[in-house]
């Protein structure tokens, strides 16, 4: 995989019968091998010196046996994805045909590509970093325009090039710092302290605010959880059928129906919603409903946003108030943001006592049989998630980034226990280059088969 003298190749569309399937070839033999398997029409253009951005039209040959009409097109090193000369074979989607334009490149001594090894090559060429390569992957597998976005903006360098500035900040402290272990016996210090602790206050804020963004860019991943709590038989699973339009969730008139969690996923405006419907919060005899309760307990404290569902017609505004202010106490610290629905209002009488007071919680009244005022949620749930003020923001995407800057905290710590503890300055350069460390290797200026082995394998065959 590590091989780039190599000549490589891989189908790059999704397996299956399709109207065409697209063959990517990459390396110094492409165009000597395509000049042995391809006629185009035009029979004045020269294969061993075609031109770069074109696209050509002919066939595939196997010796004398007819292939396939295909489209070559063209890219020529450096300016090409992977840095090397490269070819993309646009042929019919017969898997039969793939397989024989496959078999007739391997017999011409090109090499079966590895997961992700045209996208290892683009960084091992210098096309793009580390941090931008693995952004490809996750760009491959958005499903929405958040996270499309957000893959996006890491592609271009948007992650990488805060690593880059923070890293290249604390390099001259840490070429300072050396210099004084050179002068030891001399007792001088070449470092500014206070510039120093600036830098490290900076890079700490930087670096939490980053880990803080993990939980969120995980969230936007996977989609945004949203919990659906309440009392047995406040409608939650009505509600849940209501919001993703089908019956994915049992509803009966008997309390403690839901039993587990029940969840889906659906896309609100671009953006993607993971609601899950949760077993009545309530006491219980019934060991296996209390283990569904459980549950409850630990989807909310997994949730962004909880929709507090609340039988309108069988609760007095005193209890719902009182319920409200229980559920804010108890997950306070976990920043939940708290949704109040008040349901059923197809079977409301007359309008409850202390209406305000509800108004005041931002309630919103539905009717989850009937489907009445849905759309208010949507509405609710996209101000919550401010995805228009986050798109503007650094979000952490990638769970090796995250295990890194764990790393990078802890040297920081140490960085800061060693000044208030007044160790020397040898103590202290050997955090500052374990920060460097770590900060490399994110980007991708310090790493080892092992690492990009274990990235680029989770990539698909073929990018």
Same mark, same amino acid.
């Given at each position: 995989?590590?091989?780039?003298?190599?000549?490589?190749?891989?189908?790059?569309?999704?397996?299956?019968?399709?109207?065409?399937?697209?063959?990517?070839?990459?390396?110094?033999?492409?165009?000597?091998?395509?000049?042995?398997?391809?006629?185009?029409?035009?029979?004045?253009?020269?294969?061993?010196?075609?031109?770069? =951005?074109?696209? =050509?039209?002919?066939?595939?040959?196997?010796?004398?046996?007819?292939?396939?009409?295909?489209?070559?097109?063209?890219?020529?090193?450096?300016?090409?994805?992977?840095?090397?000369?490269?070819?993309?074979?646009?042929?019919?989607?017969?898997? =039969?045909?793939?397989?024989?334009? /496959?078999?007739?490149?391997?017999?011409?001594?090109?090499?079966?590509?590895?997961?992700?090894?045209?996208?290892?090559?683009?960084?091992?060429?210098?096309?793009?970093?580390?941090?931008?390569?693995?952004?490809?992957?996750?760009?491959?597998?958005?499903?929405?325009?958040?996270?499309?976005?957000?893959?996006?903006?890491?592609?271009?360098?948007?992650?990488?090039?805060?690593?880059?500035?923070?890293?290249?900040?604390?390099?001259?402290?840490?070429?300072?710092?050396? /210099?004084?272990?050179?002068?030891?016996?001399?007792?001088?210090?070449?470092?500014?302290?206070?510039?120093?602790?600036?830098?490290?206050?900076?890079?700490?804020?930087?670096?939490?605010?980053?880990?803080?963004?993990?939980?969120?860019? @995980?969230? *936007?991943? @996977?989609?945004?959880?949203?919990?659906?709590?309440?009392?047995?038989?406040?409608?939650?699973?009505?509600?849940?059928?209501?919001?993703?339009?089908?019956?994915?969730?049992?509803?009966?008139?008997?309390?403690?129906?839901?039993?587990?969690?029940?969840?889906?996923?659906?896309?609100?405006?671009?953006?993607?919603?993971?609601?899950?419907?949760?077993?009545?919060?309530?006491?219980?005899?019934?060991?296996?409903?209390?283990?569904?309760?459980?549950?409850?307990?630990?989807?909310?404290?997994?949730?962004?946003?909880?929709? =507090?569902?609340?039988?309108?017609?069988?609760?007095?505004?005193?209890?719902?108030?009182?319920?409200?202010?229980?559920?804010?106490?108890?997950?306070?610290?976990?920043?939940?943001?708290?949704?109040?629905?008040?349901?059923?209002?197809?079977?409301?009488?007359?309008?409850?006592?202390?209406?305000?007071?509800?108004?005041?919680?931002?309630? *919103?009244?539905?009717?989850?049989?009937?489907?009445? @005022?849905?759309?208010?949620?949507?509405?609710?749930?996209?101000?919550?998630?401010?995805?228009?003020?986050?798109?503007?923001?650094?979000?952490?995407?990638?769970?090796?980034?995250?295990?890194?800057?764990?790393?990078?905290?802890?040297?920081?710590?140490?960085?800061?226990?060693?000044?208030?503890?007044?160790?020397?300055?040898?103590?202290?350069?050997?955090?500052?280059?374990?920060?460097?460390?770590?900060?490399?290797?994110?980007?991708?200026?310090?790493?080892?088969?092992?690492?990009?082995?274990?990235?680029?394998?989770?990539?698909?065959?073929?990018?």
């Amino acid at each position: 995989m590590f091989n780039n003298n190599d000549t490589i190749c891989a189908i790059a569309t999704p397996q299956g019968t399709g109207a065409i399937a697209v063959i990517r070839i990459s390396g110094n033999k492409s165009f000597e091998v395509i000049h042995q398997i391809f006629k185009p029409k035009n029979e004045n253009i020269n294969l061993l010196d075609l031109e770069p =951005y074109k696209v =050509y039209y002919g066939e595939i040959y196997d010796k004398n046996q007819l292939i396939d009409d295909v489209l070559i097109s063209v890219f020529k090193a450096p300016h090409s994805y992977t840095g090397e000369h490269s070819l993309e074979i646009s042929c019919h989607g017969s898997p =039969y045909i793939q397989r024989l334009i /496959l078999e007739l490149l391997v017999s011409k001594g090109i090499r079966l590509a590895e997961a992700g090894e045209f996208t290892l090559r683009a960084f091992l060429n210098g096309k793009m970093d580390l941090t931008q390569a693995e952004a490809v992957a996750d760009l491959i597998a958005s499903q929405s325009k958040t996270m499309h976005e957000l893959a996006l903006k890491q592609m271009r360098g948007g992650f990488s090039n805060k690593i880059t500035e923070l890293r290249k900040q604390l390099l001259d402290f840490a070429s300072l710092i050396e /210099l004084e272990l050179d002068f030891s016996e001399e007792d001088v210090e070449f470092a500014d302290r206070t510039q120093l602790f600036a830098l490290l206050a900076n890079l700490k804020e930087e670096v939490n605010r980053l880990l803080e963004s993990f939980k969120l860019g @995980n969230a *936007i991943k @996977n989609g945004i959880p949203v919990a659906i709590i309440g009392k047995p038989n406040a409608g939650k699973s009505t509600l849940l059928n209501a919001l993703l339009n089908e019956e994915k969730a049992i509803v009966s008139e008997i309390p403690g129906t839901t039993r587990d969690t029940i969840e889906d996923t659906i896309m609100l405006r671009g953006t993607a919603f993971r609601f899950i419907d949760t077993a009545g919060l309530r006491t219980s005899d019934n060991p296996i409903e209390n283990i569904g309760i459980e549950r409850t307990h630990s989807t909310i404290e997994k949730s962004f946003i909880i929709l =507090y569902l609340i039988d309108i017609c069988n609760s007095s505004v005193e209890e719902i108030l009182e319920e409200v202010k229980l559920i804010k106490t108890q997950f306070s610290n976990l920043d939940k943001h708290v949704v109040i629905l008040a349901n059923k209002t197809d079977m409301l009488e007359e309008s409850p006592k202390e209406l305000a007071k509800l108004l005041e919680q931002e309630t *919103i009244f539905i009717s989850a049989k009937r489907k009445e @005022n849905i759309n208010l949620i949507t509405e609710a749930l996209l101000k919550v998630a401010k995805w228009d003020e986050l798109s503007e923001q650094l979000i952490m995407l990638n769970v090796r980034h995250y295990a890194v800057l764990l790393e990078v905290q802890q040297s920081i710590a140490n960085i800061e226990k060693a000044f208030a503890d007044k160790l020397s300055s040898e103590l202290i350069a050997i955090d500052i280059k374990n920060i460097l460390h770590y900060l490399g290797e994110i980007t991708g200026e310090i790493t080892n088969d092992e690492i990009l082995g274990n990235i680029f394998g989770h990539f698909c065959i073929g990018k």
